[in-house]
């Protein structure tokens, strides 16, 4: 007999305990005091019946059991309502690994940081950061529902992300622009010229939808972005010219397409690798597409704010990487501040 959802035992405990959510919306847990699934499955059920009747009974939930590994299924239950739930998925399995079957209230500020010093012998800052900000919002959410104790949550709240170096900048020649492209699979090619004429993510590439692209009026709708935010990216002649060209799969309505299915390329680490490989480009990655798009706009005298919308960054902090590659507007600067003081003032004096 296949258990009710909701039902559930401790560690290698005999116990069946139930969960559900309570007449505020937070998740209840309680024991049921019994060994038989029948009779949990009972309680259950009275339990659900009697918060939709508004007369359930206050349960005392006990926190100092609960498991990481718990927490952990918990979560991702409830994340799976949130756009970034693909990510969160891969750091919880990752979390997980290391802290399994750790009781929640044995996590301090010393067992985390020791967790960032291990990590950092073979993945970035950046990624650890990641790693570490889910963790602190799984112990939020437990907090909430009651299985992690006000002291825990202070000693995680307490760990500090590592400082990060988000200053790499690297991007292409104009010339090597046109190399990169020749040099890529037929697959891969309007994918490339997708992401130096548009400055998207590779993720939004890759899901990129008929329906996000408007060719009548010459624009790319993203709606999900990693900001949160809607962008609109418009579509110059070099993009419009690949899109026209694209076949089209008849039961997918997906840009960029593979197999008979039309599912979406999952990757092109590979390809993308291949091409690098042939034109002799090194020390370069897909995501640094995004760079050349930003770094040859701001080069061609556009200005920052227009370059940080077309990037859907938040703030202009993200974009001021690329200030330095605007000299000109220095130059300019500086005349208009001379034409501003000095016109109508002869500073040379006659001897």
């Excluded at 950061?129 to 825990?152: D, P, Q, S, Y």
Aim: proline share 3%; charged share 30%.
């Amino acid at each position: 007999m296949a258990k009710l959802r909701g039902i559930y035992k401790q560690g290698k405990g005999r116990i069946y305990w139930i969960r559900y959510a309570g007449p505020d919306g937070k998740m209840r847990f309680e024991s049921t005091k019994t060994t038989s699934q029948k009779e949990a499955e009972y309680l259950l059920v009275c339990r659900k019946k009697e918060v939709q009747e508004g007369i359930l009974p206050e349960v005392k939930r006990v926190a100092q059991n609960y498991s990481f590994r718990e927490l952990a299924g918990e979560y991702l239950e409830w994340a799976k309502r949130q756009r970034s739930f693909d990510s969160k998925k891969y750091f919880i399995q990752n979390l997980v690994k290391t802290f399994g079957n750790l009781p929640l209230k044995d996590f301090s500020s010393r067992l985390i940081e020791q967790y960032q010093t291990e990590k950092l012998q073979s993945k970035k800052p950046a990624t650890i950061n990641r790693h570490i900000a889910c963790l602190k919002h799984m112990f939020t959410k437990a907090g909430e529902w009651e299985m992690a104790g006000e002291e825990v949550l202070k000693k995680v709240r307490k760990v500090k992300l590592l400082p990060e170096n988000n200053k790499r900048l690297r991007f292409l020649s104009s010339e090597e622009c046109q190399a990169l492209i020749k040099a890529c699979d037929p697959h891969l090619t309007p994918i490339v010229i997708t992401a130096l004429n548009t400055g998207m993510r590779k993720g939004e590439i890759l899901k990129l939808r008929w329906e996000q692209v408007d060719l009548k009026h010459g624009f790319i709708l993203l709606e999900l972005t990693k900001n949160g935010e809607r962008r609109e990216i418009p579509i110059n002649g070099t993009l419009r010219q690949t899109f026209v060209a694209l076949p089209r799969h008849i039961k997918s309505s997906y840009v960029f397409w593979s197999g008979e299915n039309g599912k979406p390329y999952q990757g092109v680490k590979r390809s993308f690798d291949s091409a690098l490989k042939r034109t002799g480009i090194k020390d370069f990655h897909f995501h640094d597409l995004r760079h050349c798009f930003a770094s040859h706009l701001v080069m061609s005298g556009v200005d920052l704010t227009t370059v940080k919308d077309l990037l859907g960054h938040k703030t202009l902090t993200m974009t001021l990487r690329y200030s330095h590659l605007a000299p000109s507007h220095k130059v300019k600067a500086m005349g208009v501040l001379d034409k501003a003081l000095n016109e109508k003032i002869n500073y040379i004096k006659t001897i």
